[in-house]
């Protein structure tokens, strides 16, 4: 028994890594209605950058918060460069326009910074939490962080102003702009706030799994999956989703017999997807009424 | 957040409809193509030979996809385990069992078949994202599952399993390269005949409309669930086939050879192609095959950054793959013959 | 009487398929206008022409203001609200948040909150539902909330299309009365198209019928009601 209740809170901080990207994939979601897979890239380039201010002598937090901003700024002027051209475009069209970015992200973090892994600070130290041996302080510090991302959106979409717009350009954009919404710019602001989210993101993970143009492909997998077995629509389930994920990964490596490390993801994948069959909304999705 | 009132959508369809007098090219450029497909083996050195044998191969693979996704409107970025289920039929057939290479292919396009339409099933519950994060997992499943270590004495485990390439058979005077590049023509052109006929026919009429409003599909008395979990099938196995060509052609079989990548790849094949084109397959196979080299001749660095520009370019000008390309040629020619 | 509203020879165009063939009409101020016609014959198309939302040739200008270069949400922003076809609610959003989406554009925070305690006096089923989940609402409730959203703007135009569609008659009643009130104590100039021609013209003072998508009969809405002949032809009562 103490060997399952280990493995379920070192899912819990597992788990922390996969919520903090699933809010960011939720995030873009909203604003977009679909899933951008180059979120991870753009988040483990988000958090070179900060290494490489830290590196010229800027303290952790200054460079954390010019991170932040250039993420947002950056997030934006993607959009208007590459996607809002394609706006128009089929789906599929613009999943192959993620899939660009993610090349060139990618490439050129591999370039700038070489593959070699480097080491990442974090603030919180990796004492352990409590003394417990299994999470430690700076995993304590994630899944704070991430619970103080959820409150900080939850009170953005439901309390502003600018949030109530995005909520409603997101759920009818013609509607919306009918009201006088410039949904372009929702759409604008939506990919910043994502890109923002995803630098905290990267910036929290990788002390964890160590910083390298790589580090986030199988992040942002697990990410996809905790926000699609959240409920694509709920930022709360994106959470919760990202803990049940990591819980789901680490049970299935301990008691499932034969799975080393590689077959992890995919047996994840199997849960959650067999999840989704049961519940096809996700956790704490609305359920989609399809009218013909 | 709450989740107490329903969302009504009305949805458009994920996938747009490609008309049905558009769906293959006009007789007379069909001839050319296949004339110079058949002629220009001819002409050039082995290796390019080679090339040309790889670029049909690729062009089978995304063509599969188009079915899948252009014809019924699923989608699929798992196409890499189909691929690689057919490769490695065709490899331990021909090196454990001595089975004559043109045996394995059918062999392979029925198993392949099979796993599809099983993979169909669950499937059927699933639709756009939640499908394309299915079909994501079984990709990234296969090397792994093909690395296991029950599975290594058929296998050849993280080795992987090299193959004998055939020769011409009743002593042709011609290379093993060149003989294999027809044997495929062969089975190209026929498969693509097929996929045609497929789509043309009452079949693929339901496919569309299940594409197009499922539903509504349904309504109609259209059964729904076969024929998506049969397209699936079809899909995979020509998917399977493609991967058994693949094997021969290539001679070597590994669990590397099929990752995610690839079947990213048959994805961007099917979107520069052109979604739902059957005559784009073999387009979007030559921006897969060719564009990564030239991106690495630009810059050995950055060759995924030019890839991925280069990628940008080209769905920015043709957002509809090379179907907008053919049209826009069709138009300018008629605009041509009026004067 | 100023003309609040001018449209001079609008083409309207869905693809390659042309709805509207060479419109011109104008609205004045304070009037209340019904634009009548059957199905398909351009009603829709012209009210979303003036905001933008389909692609057309020709001039259309509100307050001397020229709109055709305007992006939609730009338009709105002049003072034109438009009520749409289905009525457009954010169903997954409560009737005050609906009512505040109205409102978006404002700045004047206390007026806004005395602007949705008038909607509640219009409409007091709204109070009592405002917590609701827009969606959960009924029809009519819905084009209540839709009317109530637009008059948040403090538009000087209010486009309606088809605010009648699947309403009981009783409900269509109380709506076109409320819409006659608002007409004259909001000084909202209102556009109104409408299938339901006879509630339509008992309403309106003035009266446009289109024809695939010309203009075939204008006037008073009294005369029209009045003239047989066109309420055969092209009315169908």
């Known amino acids: ?292 | 957040m709450s989740a107490a009132v329903e969302e009504v959508v009305t949805e458009t369809p994920a996938v747009e409809a490609v008309p049905k007098r558009a769906m293959t090219l006009g007789a007379g450029t069909s001839l050319i193509v296949l004339g110079l497909l058949i002629v220009a083996p001819l002409l050039v050195k082995n290796f390019i030979i080679f090339q040309m044998t790889m670029l049909l191969i690729y062009g089978l693979a995304v063509l599969a996809l188009n079915i899948l996704t252009g014809g019924s409107g699923q989608f699929s970025l798992g196409q890499s385990a189909f691929y690689a289920v057919g490769a490695y039929t065709s490899a331990i057939l021909m090196e454990t069992y001595n089975v004559n290479y043109v045996l394995t292919l059918p062999i392979s396009g029925l198993l392949c078949f099979a796993v599809g339409f099983l993979f169909g099933q669950p499937a059927l519950r699933l639709s756009g994202v939640y499908l394309a994060l299915a079909t994501f997992a079984l990709a990234t499943a296969m090397p792994q599952l093909l690395k296991l270590n029950f599975l290594e004495p058929w296998t050849g485990g993280v080795q992987g399993l090299v193959v004998t390439k055939p020769d011409a058979p009743f002593g042709l005077p011609m290379s093993q390269d060149m003989w294999l590049y027809y044997f495929t023509l062969a089975i190209t052109i026929a498969i693509y005949v097929g996929s045609v006929n497929l789509l043309r026919s009452r079949s693929g009429r339901a496919l569309m409309a299940i594409r197009d409003n499922e539903i509504a599909a349904s309504a109609m008395g259209i059964n729904v669930a076969l024929y998506k979990t049969l397209a699936f099938g079809v899909s995979a196995g020509i998917t399977g086939i493609a991967g058994s060509l693949g094997a021969i052609v290539v001679q070597f079989v590994a669990p590397d050879s099929y990752t995610i990548n690839l079947a990213i790849a048959i994805f961007l094949g099917m979107v520069v192609g052109g979604v739902g084109w059957l005559p784009g397959s073999i387009v979007g196979s030559a921006f897969i095959i060719f564009v990564p080299n030239v991106a690495e001749s630009v810059s050995k660095g950055l060759s995924g950054a030019v890839f991925g520009v280069l990628l940008f370019l080209v769905i920015f000008v043709v957002p509809h793959g090379a179907r907008q390309v053919a049209i826009f040629c069709q138009q300018t020619v008629a605009k041509f013959r009026k004067h | 009487m100023t003309a609040l509203l001018n449209v001079r020879d609008l083409r309207a165009y869905y693809g390659q398929v042309q709805a509207l063939h060479g419109l011109t009409f104008s609205l004045n101020e304070g009037s209340l206008t019904t634009l009548l016609g059957a199905n398909g014959a351009g009603k829709t198309t012209t009210l979303r022409a003036i905001c933008n939302m389909v692609r057309s040739t020709g001039a259309i200008e509100f307050e001397g203001q020229p709109l055709t270069s305007r992006s939609t949400e730009n338009i709105v922003r002049l003072g034109i609200a438009h009520v749409p076809q289905g009525r457009g609610t954010f169903t997954n959003m409560t009737v005050e948040e609906n009512l505040q989406l109205g409102a978006i554009t404002r700045r004047d925070k206390t007026s806004i909150v005395a602007d949705i305690e008038r909607m509640y006096a219009y409409f007091p089923v709204l109070k009592r539902r405002y917590t609701q989940q827009a969606g959960t609402l009924s029809g009519g409730e819905q084009q209540m909330l839709a009317v109530a959203r637009a008059l948040m703007l403090r538009p000087r135009l209010m486009l309606l299309d088809e605010p009648s569609f699947g309403l009981a008659p009783l409900i269509v009643r109380d709506l076109f009365k409320i819409l006659g009130q608002i007409n004259r104590e909001e000084k909202v100039s209102i556009l109104v198209v409408e299938q339901n021609a006879q509630l339509a013209l008992e309403l309106a003072d003035q009266a446009y019928v289109i024809e695939t998508g010309r203009i075939v009969m204008s006037g008073g809405a009294k005369e029209i009601a009045n003239n047989e002949d066109v309420r055969k032809s092209y009315l169908g009562y």
């Open chain 1, 1 to 292: 028994m103490e060997l399952f209740t280990n493995q379920i809170l070192a899912g819990i901080s597992t788990g922390a890594i996969y919520a903090c990207m699933a809010l960011a994939v939720v995030m873009i979601y909203q604003a977009i209605d679909h899933l951008n897979f180059a979120q991870g890239e753009m988040a483990m380039f988000s958090t070179f950058i900060s290494w490489q201010l830290m590196q010229w002598g800027v303290p952790y937090w200054v460079a954390f918060v010019l991170t932040i901003a250039f993420s947002f700024a950056a997030g934006i002027a993607i959009e208007r460069v590459m996607f809002r051209p394609l706006a128009k475009a089929p789906i599929l069209t613009q999943v192959a326009g993620f899939i660009a970015l993610y090349s060139i992200i990618n490439s050129s973090a591999g370039l700038i910074w070489d593959f070699t892994i480097k080491q990442y600070p974090t603030p919180f130290g990796s004492a352990p939490f409590l003394g417990s041996q299994l999470i430690s302080t700076h995993q304590a510090g994630m899944v704070g962080v991430t619970l103080l991302m959820l409150l900080g959106l939850y009170f953005f979409f439901q309390y502003t102003r600018v949030g109530l717009a995005m909520r409603a350009a997101a759920s009818l954009p013609e509607s919306a702009r009918l009201v006088g919404i410039n949904t372009s710019w929702m759409v604008a602001l939506g990919w910043g706030m994502a890109a923002a989210i995803g630098a905290v993101a990267g910036i929290l993970i990788a002390p964890v799994v160590f910083l390298e143009p790589n580090m986030m492909l199988g992040v942002l997998i697990y990410g996809f999956a905790a926000a699609v077995l959240g409920g694509l629509t709920s930022p709360l389930g994106a959470v919760v989703g990202g803990f049940l994920v990591g819980i789901f990964e680490n049970l299935a490596g301990t008691y499932i017999p034969g799975i080393g490390n590689e077959l992890k993801l995919p047996i994840a994948l199997a849960l959650i997807i067999s999840v989704l069959v049961v519940k096809p909304a996700g956790l704490f999705g609305r359920a989609i009424v399809k009218r013909v």
